[in-house]
């Protein structure tokens, strides 16, 4: 896909600030939407979903907004700690898969600055 | 509850040898398995699926294969290596919705 060569972007954010890490999706048709995050040297760890029914949903000290009319996607992290220093990548299931494919973004770099 | 586990770890082959990297999950039934491999600071890029025993999918050509003798055992194979099939390789299931990842295996060919 079309996010497997892209070097990755970065944000860098002040500890203890607020992280918004945006994604922008591509198909219309999909039902649920997921952040994953990947710590160096590790798999991809599931953080928060959202179905496509909804347009906000909050996990501990993350929020996901879904604006489906611009098709776009956000994870917003609340107060940054240094364990938040990853890559995080936005996904979406087509509506109708049922192998479960997902089609990922391609991933933000999130640095924390001391 | 479910787990994942792949290995090795990390393994560095010369180009030319054989490869086989093993997925295995426990804690559930039937699940849907994938292969991804990433690119050092590059997304994820899905090369199989299987949504049951002996059921392989391929999403893009190249020198690897995958097979699933069991229903919770998934593996990616190749004959010869080539130095472009470095990478990071990461199993994962689904049943069905989201997917999880393993820890994944940092192929290094030489």
């Known amino acids: 896909g079309e996010s497997v060569g892209l070097h990755l972007p970065t944000l860098s954010v002040q500890e203890g600030d607020n992280s918004i890490i945006n994604c922008a999706y591509s198909n219309s048709a999909s039902d649920y939407f997921i952040w994953y995050k990947q710590e160096s040297g590790k798999g991809p760890q599931f953080i928060i979903d959202i179905r496509s029914n909804m347009d906000k949903r909050q996990g501990q000290r993350v929020t996901v907004l879904l604006n489906k009319t611009v098709k776009h996607l956000s994870l917003q992290i609340a107060a940054t700690q240094p364990g938040d220093s990853a890559v995080y990548f936005c996904?979406?299931?087509?509506?109708?898969?049922?192998?479960?494919?997902?089609?990922f973004g391609k991933g933000t770099r999130l640095h924390i600055l001391p | 509850s479910q787990t994942i586990h792949q290995w090795p770890a990390t393994l560095v082959q010369p180009v030319g040898s054989p490869l086989s990297l093993e997925c295995t999950v426990e804690g559930t039934s039937n699940p849907n398995l994938y292969w991804y491999r990433q690119a050092a600071g590059r997304g994820l890029q899905l090369l199989f699926y299987?949504?049951?025993?002996?059921?392989i999918s391929s999403e893009v050509p190249q020198n690897l294969s995958a097979s699933r003798p069991q229903d919770r055992q998934f593996i990616l194979s190749s004959k010869k290596l080539l130095l472009s099939d470095s990478g990071f390789y990461l199993c994962?299931?689904?049943?069905?919705?989201?997917?999880?990842f393993g820890p994944g295996t940092r192929l290094t060919v030489l």
């Open positions: 996904a979406e299931r087509p509506l109708g898969n049922r192998d479960d494919k997902i089609i």
């Open positions: 994962a299931w689904s049943h069905p919705g989201l997917q999880f």
């Open positions: 299987s949504v049951g025993i002996g059921q």
